[in-house]
């Protein structure tokens, strides 16, 4: 496995879907190479930086709206 | 405008809690959640319909499902993934309304390298598929001002991504979402899930690089 192969990998290995054989040279590479470790870091690096962001919000409009609409709401 | 409502160390409800909220009005109840889901929402249903204004209109009408349909939860699924099944149905409705039925699974980009292939070494070097160079490393993130503007970076980075891989990458990344989720709230394969997913951080992985290194590449 070259480390151009493994970067395309990072995904499913971090996600355990990788098969067995493709695992166990994946890991064996990430063992000797530096470059491919820092990457896979940096993936992991991301992925929980991206958990840190919200997302756009509603407009100030719909929210007051439903708001209201679950204040009026028959119950 | 991106917004940052999320405070660490606020504690989430549980289900049992939330769910007498809504069913007794409770407005504190509501309000948590319309901050803590509407913006994973206005994204999923912004991936189905055309517009940012339409997308607000199904966030809004699942809402209103939500309150019609409560007292009928029975906690099969959690209470976020019956609310994002409910906005699901109306979006998909809506985008077959708007004609605007793309399929989730024929824009997914495959065999597209995520690294640039001039990072690595060509077929007549002694390792062809090496690295040239080594990625740096990246500094860690203590004082606040550097993980505000790391945040910025990433949530611009999240913006510019294409509809579906914002959607899958919120639903892994910030909801928490296992893959088997995402593909079943989409109906996308398992394959398509990973390449979307994959794409997203590889893209937003480039952008701290640049950031942190200052290299344009
Ligand atoms: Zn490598």
């Known amino acids: 496995m070259t480390c151009e192969e493994l970067v395309e990998l990072v995904t499913a290995y971090l996600d355990g879907a990788l098969d067995p054989e493709t695992e166990q040279r994946f890991v064996e590479h990430l063992e000797l190479c530096d470059g491919c470790e820092i990457y896979v870091e940096q993936i992991r690096r991301t992925a929980a930086e991206v958990g840190q962001v919200e997302p756009e919000d509603l407009s100030a409009e719909t929210r007051d709206r439903l708001l209201e609409a679950f204040r009026s709401f028959p119950r | ?217």
């Open chain 2, 1 to 217: 405008m991106l917004l940052y409502r999320r405070h660490v160390g606020v504690v989430v409800p549980t289900d049992d809690v939330l769910v007498a909220g809504l069913r007794t009005g409770d407005e504190e109840t509501f309000a948590c959640l319309l901050n803590g889901w509407s913006g994973s929402m206005l994204r999923l249903a912004r991936s189905f319909v055309s517009t940012t204004a339409s997308a607000e209109e199904v966030v809004q009408d699942t809402w209103l499902a939500v309150f019609e349909g409560i007292g009928r939860f029975e906690g099969r699924s959690s209470l976020r993934t019956w609310v994002y099944r409910i906005l699901v149905n109306i979006a998909r409705k809506r985008a077959t309304r708007e004609q605007r039925t793309v399929p989730w699974t024929s824009l997914v980009p495959d065999h597209v390298p995520t690294v640039d292939p001039q990072r690595f070494r060509g077929p007549g070097d002694q390792y062809p598929g090496g690295w040239r160079a080594f990625p740096d490393r990246w500094p860690t993130t203590e004082s606040e001002v550097l993980a505000h503007e790391v945040r910025s970076t990433v949530a611009a980075a999240v913006e510019s991504l294409p509809i579906r891989q914002q959607v899958v990458l919120t639903l892994r990344d910030i909801d928490g979402y296992g893959a088997e989720d995402v593909c079943a709230l989409l109906e996308i394969s398992m394959v398509n899930q990973r390449v979307l997913l994959h794409r997203a951080r590889a893209t937003v992985r480039g952008r701290l690089e640049r950031y942190f290194t200052g290299v344009d590449a």
